[in-house]
């Protein structure tokens, strides 16, 4: 009970609690980016020397560098100095009733079928309907503990966890990897940190839904997840629900690492803000994503449904450095009205005998730009390295644009690479014979979307799939017809 | 059942159909014969409501309804079903999803509750054993790398698990060997009730050695120029449908 009602206090109370002791009382930095912005967040995080150095690094080399210019995504630039580096998590305003929630939003919340007191957590409508959730998320910490495995923000893991953070954060995506990721590593607020240990099978799947303490998405996350020797973990990232988010510019960085005859298995579905119809808004999704097959046999999976953001520049990569390693892609990148999407994968084979399979399903509708960019490298050491690649595009509509950039650099003559790409449109004949059969336009469309993702949601844990069915269809609402 | 007055249609701007009038009652098999061009298969979507096809004229009646006013899901969902000649390849989506998915469309639409799932199985395989299509069959993507005549079983199998008032069959029998014609025929004659109608579009007589018709007509420029029973199949195939035509063309010039 104690338990509870701590984990209810965490929640309704906003004010920061790290007793954080300048003259600057606020819980918002002003705007702008500088050092003494990046001490500041440091320390608001009461974050070791350390790590406030390696925050200082990062951003004395980002100052270095460029944004890039390559992917096929077009934008106003943006002003780095005009954006607020720091905030507490927001208290949501609290409503009374479900009466004063915007009915765009309820009527979504029915679409993808959530549970009315889960709508009403998710809006923020009354305290009480939380204990349900908050309770089961105790039970769900209580469980993890007693097999050994971390499962903490960031920002705790930094404090706590010291050793794993310094040996393994930046490991695979280092601060001077690109642009975002090293603004990332110089102002990162939240996120989470995952260590299954030795053989620990993880008995359940990790979301952040149940890191109760974080259950905003920070505007500059930072995940990393390690799966020693032996252990598996399920990790599923993001929420179905429509949440509203007011930052327009999100920078992610997320790191996996497995040793010997580890697996992590990290399953995505982002929805945020695409923007309205006329392309106003919406969020700019720049992320960098990687995981990094470090011990033999390690498997590394990414699954990902991509239906949200104005834009999205996003790459979940693996580096198979060793043995037997295996590196798996499988994606769903959904584009309506005037979103962009720019994502694919790498795959970097080093260890003899890795395999990469990539499956990447593109669908476009309205105006939208969508484009796969993959790489498969195959290093001289792969021996025998292989790779299967299979990149789909659906296109809804005849203004809308579906493009494919595979590249594939070999240097082992033992490698076998192999790409598919196809490219179809939803027919009109195809949406006729299900009309003809008694199915509504709408529910035709749908149905040949979601058979034409079949593979990729075949990946997704069973719950998941079901709801990321349901959002391509809220995403893909009245684009044909 | 079915009444059709004078019904006009085009297909890209070219005249099809040009006052073509058929009435079909219950329990009746009707055949549609008649040479390439002769507006069959356009009358068979235009049924159905295929929008590639624009009415130009006329009326249908369907079970007292007004056919042509109606979306083609619903045209479906008041029972009128067509075999596909060409049957469209859905791939990700298995036979059997697609199936209940109609099915509880068409329930929904009457009212009805959706189909228990022991009930939807215990049905499927009934049918499926008529077709001799075996669980492979049904379990994969609807249409997609069938065979040509896996396909046209697969309509048929349809046909038998959505029991529709009126079945249209446009040209189910073209690409069929003579195995597959007599299984997919027997689908047909089991679907054949007082109750049901169908409509059975062809080229060729060897169907309606199966699908025994109670009346023949054909279609000929967009309009039936002449009906008969059974035996006028017997004798198209006997003459050719120069026959016909030239017998058109006297009483035209009459």
Redesign the interface.
Same mark, same amino acid.
């Given at each position: 009970m104690s338990d509870d009602m701590k984990v209810v206090e965490d929640l309704t109370q906003s004010e920061y609690k790290w007793g954080f002791t300048t003259n600057i009382e606020a819980d918002e930095a002003p705007k702008g980016l500088n050092e003494n912005i990046i001490r500041f967040i440091s320390a608001k995080k009461n974050e070791p020397e350390w790590m406030t150095q390696w925050r200082l690094k990062a951003y004395r080399h980002w100052l270095t560098m460029e944004e890039p210019k390559w992917p096929k995504v077009k934008y106003d630039p943006i002003d780095y100095q005009d954006v607020k580096y720091y905030s507490a998590p927001k208290k949501k305003p609290e409503l009374d009733s479900m009466d004063e929630v915007d009915p765009e939003l309820l009527k979504t919340f029915e679409k993808l079928g959530i549970p009315l007191e889960e709508q009403k957590r998710l809006a923020g409508v009354a305290v009480d309907a939380v204990f349900d959730s908050v309770s089961v998320a105790t039970t769900f910490r209580e469980t993890l503990h007693e097999k050994g495995i971390i499962f903490c923000s960031i920002s705790e893991a930094i404090r706590e966890h010291p050793e794993l953070i310094k040996k393994y954060m930046g490991s695979v995506v280092p601060y001077t990897d690109n642009y975002f990721a090293a603004l990332n590593s110089a102002v990162f607020t939240d996120g989470s940190f995952v260590y299954i240990p030795k053989g620990v099978r993880c008995p359940m799947e990790l979301s952040t839904y149940f890191r109760i303490n974080a259950m905003e998405t920070g505007q500059f996350e930072r995940t990393l997840i390690i799966a020693d020797e032996g252990s598996y973990v399920s990790y599923l990232e993001g929420c179905t629900a429509p949440m509203r988010d007011e930052n327009q510019l999100h920078a992610a960085v997320v790191e996996l690492v497995t040793l010997d005859n580890a697996e992590i298995k990290y399953s995505t579905v982002q929805n945020w803000y695409p923007g309205n119809k006329e392309g106003k808004g919406g969020i700019y999704n720049f992320v960098t994503k990687r995981g990094i097959c470090r011990g033999k046999n390690s498997k590394i999976s990414w699954t990902q449904v991509e239906t949200g953001s104005a834009i999205t520049w996003k790459y979940p990569s693996c580096i198979l450095q060793g043995e037997n390693s295996i590196g798996e892609f499988y994606s769903v990148a959904v584009t309506n009205n005037y979103q962009q999407a720019d994502t694919g994968t790498k795959m970097i084979h080093i260890g003899k005998n890795s395999k990469s399979t990539i499956v990447s399903k593109g669908i476009s509708a309205g105006r939208s730009d969508n484009s796969y960019r993959g790489l498969v490298k195959v290093l001289k050491s792969a021996e025998g390295a292989r790779n299967f690649s299979q990149c789909d595009s659906m296109l809804m509509g005849d203004k809308c644009g579906a493009h494919t950039f595979p590249y594939i650099e070999v240097d082992n003559d033992s490698a076998m690479v192999e790409h598919e790409a196809t490219t179809s449109k939803v027919?009109? #004949?195809?949406i006729?014979?299900?009309?003809?059969?008694?199915?509504?336009?709408e #529910?035709a469309v749908n149905?040949?979307v979601?058979?034409?993702?079949?593979?990729v949601f075949n990946e997704l844990p069973m719950e998941f799939a079901v709801e990321a069915q349901k959002l391509l269809a809220i995403s893909l609402e009245g684009s044909v017809g | 059942m079915l009444s059709i007055k004078e019904l006009k249609a085009q297909v890209e701007g070219k005249d099809i159909l040009k006052g073509l009038n058929l009435e079909v009652k219950a329990g009746e098999v009707h055949a549609i014969m008649g040479p390439n061009g002769s507006g069959k298969s356009t009358l068979a979507n235009v049924l159905a409501g295929n929008e590639g096809y624009e009415v130009t004229g006329g009326e249908v009646i369907f079970e007292n309804k007004n056919l042509l006013e109606m979306d083609p899901e619903d045209r479906a969902r008041e029972g009128l079903f067509l075999a596909f000649q060409y049957p469209i390849e859905i791939p990700g989506i298995s036979n059997s999803t697609f199936l209940k998915t109609a099915i509880n469309e068409i329930r929904k639409y009457k009212g009805l509750p959706e189909i228990a799932a022991k009930e939807f199985l215990v049905l499927m395989r009934e049918k499926a054993k008529i077709l001799g299509m075996d669980d492979n069959l049904i379990s994969r993507s609807v249409n997609t790398g069938f065979s040509g005549g896996e396909k046209k079983r697969n309509e048929i199998f349809q046909l038998l698990m959505l029991n529709p008032k009126l079945a249209i069959l446009d040209e189910t029998d073209s690409g069929l060997d003579i195995d597959a014609l007599r299984i997919v025929s027997n689908g047909v004659n089991e679907f054949r009730s007082r109750d049901n109608s169908v409509i059975v579009v062809t080229h060729y007589q060897r169907l309606l050695d199966y699908i025994v018709p109670d009346f023949v007509h054909v279609l000929y420029k967009g309009k039936i120029i002449k009906s008969g029973g059974k035996e006028l199949a017997l004798e198209l195939e006997e003459k050719g449908y120069d026959w016909v035509k030239n017998s058109e063309l006297t009483a035209a010039s009459v």
């Amino acid at each position: 009970m104690s338990d509870d009602m701590k984990v209810v206090e965490d929640l309704t109370q906003s004010e920061y609690k790290w007793g954080f002791t300048t003259n600057i009382e606020a819980d918002e930095a002003p705007k702008g980016l500088n050092e003494n912005i990046i001490r500041f967040i440091s320390a608001k995080k009461n974050e070791p020397e350390w790590m406030t150095q390696w925050r200082l690094k990062a951003y004395r080399h980002w100052l270095t560098m460029e944004e890039p210019k390559w992917p096929k995504v077009k934008y106003d630039p943006i002003d780095y100095q005009d954006v607020k580096y720091y905030s507490a998590p927001k208290k949501k305003p609290e409503l009374d009733s479900m009466d004063e929630v915007d009915p765009e939003l309820l009527k979504t919340f029915e679409k993808l079928g959530i549970p009315l007191e889960e709508q009403k957590r998710l809006a923020g409508v009354a305290v009480d309907a939380v204990f349900d959730s908050v309770s089961v998320a105790t039970t769900f910490r209580e469980t993890l503990h007693e097999k050994g495995i971390i499962f903490c923000s960031i920002s705790e893991a930094i404090r706590e966890h010291p050793e794993l953070i310094k040996k393994y954060m930046g490991s695979v995506v280092p601060y001077t990897d690109n642009y975002f990721a090293a603004l990332n590593s110089a102002v990162f607020t939240d996120g989470s940190f995952v260590y299954i240990p030795k053989g620990v099978r993880c008995p359940m799947e990790l979301s952040t839904y149940f890191r109760i303490n974080a259950m905003e998405t920070g505007q500059f996350e930072r995940t990393l997840i390690i799966a020693d020797e032996g252990s598996y973990v399920s990790y599923l990232e993001g929420c179905t629900a429509p949440m509203r988010d007011e930052n327009q510019l999100h920078a992610a960085v997320v790191e996996l690492v497995t040793l010997d005859n580890a697996e992590i298995k990290y399953s995505t579905v982002q929805n945020w803000y695409p923007g309205n119809k006329e392309g106003k808004g919406g969020i700019y999704n720049f992320v960098t994503k990687r995981g990094i097959c470090r011990g033999k046999n390690s498997k590394i999976s990414w699954t990902q449904v991509e239906t949200g953001s104005a834009i999205t520049w996003k790459y979940p990569s693996c580096i198979l450095q060793g043995e037997n390693s295996i590196g798996e892609f499988y994606s769903v990148a959904v584009t309506n009205n005037y979103q962009q999407a720019d994502t694919g994968t790498k795959m970097i084979h080093i260890g003899k005998n890795s395999k990469s399979t990539i499956v990447s399903k593109g669908i476009s509708a309205g105006r939208s730009d969508n484009s796969y960019r993959g790489l498969v490298k195959v290093l001289k050491s792969a021996e025998g390295a292989r790779n299967f690649s299979q990149c789909d595009s659906m296109l809804m509509g005849d203004k809308c644009g579906a493009h494919t950039f595979p590249y594939i650099e070999v240097d082992n003559d033992s490698a076998m690479v192999e790409h598919e790409a196809t490219t179809s449109k939803v027919g009109e #004949d195809q949406i006729f014979y299900l009309n003809q059969r008694g199915i509504s336009t709408e #529910d035709a469309v749908n149905m040949i979307v979601n058979g034409f993702c079949k593979e990729v949601f075949n990946e997704l844990p069973m719950e998941f799939a079901v709801e990321a069915q349901k959002l391509l269809a809220i995403s893909l609402e009245g684009s044909v017809g | 059942m079915l009444s059709i007055k004078e019904l006009k249609a085009q297909v890209e701007g070219k005249d099809i159909l040009k006052g073509l009038n058929l009435e079909v009652k219950a329990g009746e098999v009707h055949a549609i014969m008649g040479p390439n061009g002769s507006g069959k298969s356009t009358l068979a979507n235009v049924l159905a409501g295929n929008e590639g096809y624009e009415v130009t004229g006329g009326e249908v009646i369907f079970e007292n309804k007004n056919l042509l006013e109606m979306d083609p899901e619903d045209r479906a969902r008041e029972g009128l079903f067509l075999a596909f000649q060409y049957p469209i390849e859905i791939p990700g989506i298995s036979n059997s999803t697609f199936l209940k998915t109609a099915i509880n469309e068409i329930r929904k639409y009457k009212g009805l509750p959706e189909i228990a799932a022991k009930e939807f199985l215990v049905l499927m395989r009934e049918k499926a054993k008529i077709l001799g299509m075996d669980d492979n069959l049904i379990s994969r993507s609807v249409n997609t790398g069938f065979s040509g005549g896996e396909k046209k079983r697969n309509e048929i199998f349809q046909l038998l698990m959505l029991n529709p008032k009126l079945a249209i069959l446009d040209e189910t029998d073209s690409g069929l060997d003579i195995d597959a014609l007599r299984i997919v025929s027997n689908g047909v004659n089991e679907f054949r009730s007082r109750d049901n109608s169908v409509i059975v579009v062809t080229h060729y007589q060897r169907l309606l050695d199966y699908i025994v018709p109670d009346f023949v007509h054909v279609l000929y420029k967009g309009k039936i120029i002449k009906s008969g029973g059974k035996e006028l199949a017997l004798e198209l195939e006997e003459k050719g449908y120069d026959w016909v035509k030239n017998s058109e063309l006297t009483a035209a010039s009459v």
